[in-house]
């Protein structure tokens, strides 16, 4: 079993930035793909971005340029630098990992944190 615990969620004025984090922990063996999904009020989850294991990332075109996702495989993290926040970045956010847990080792399944709140507004 996987768990992953987020942080960095909260109020921001537009323009500004916020850094969320996500650590997955538990039975792991590997963590390979991992990424951001976003809830907006009235629509359905949406991908953010996404980074394999070996660091490739994509973006949705709503974020790029302003989003930045990494990494650190050392303590299976995952980041989302949020700058340039515009009211419209307003939703519940969600980190997704898809990882092989002890001693399903080659079987990858995908996990979910929590959520976090990220409001942009004057």
């Known amino acids: 079993q996987v768990q992953l615990v987020e942080s960095g969620g909260g109020l921001v004025q537009p323009g500004g930035s916020l850094r969320l984090s996500c650590v997955a922990s538990?039975?792991?063996?590997?963590?390979?793909?991992m990424g951001w999904y976003r809830q907006a009020p009235g629509k359905e989850r949406a991908l953010v971005g996404s980074?394999?294991?070996?660091?490739?990332?994509n973006y949705a075109d709503s974020v790029k340029g302003r989003f930045t996702i990494s990494r650190d495989n050392a303590k299976n993290t995952v980041y989302l630098q949020m700058n340039s926040l515009k009211p419209d970045d307003t939703a519940v956010y969600y980190c997704?990992?898809?990882?092989?847990?002890?001693?399903?080792?080659?079987?990858?399944?995908?996990?979910w944190g929590q959520g976090t709140q990220v409001t942009v507004s004057s």
């Open positions: 980074i394999t294991g070996g660091g490739s990332a």
């Open positions: 538990g039975s792991i063996f590997r963590v390979n793909d």
């Open positions: 997704n990992a898809e990882a092989s847990s002890i001693p399903h080792i080659f079987q990858d399944k995908a996990y």
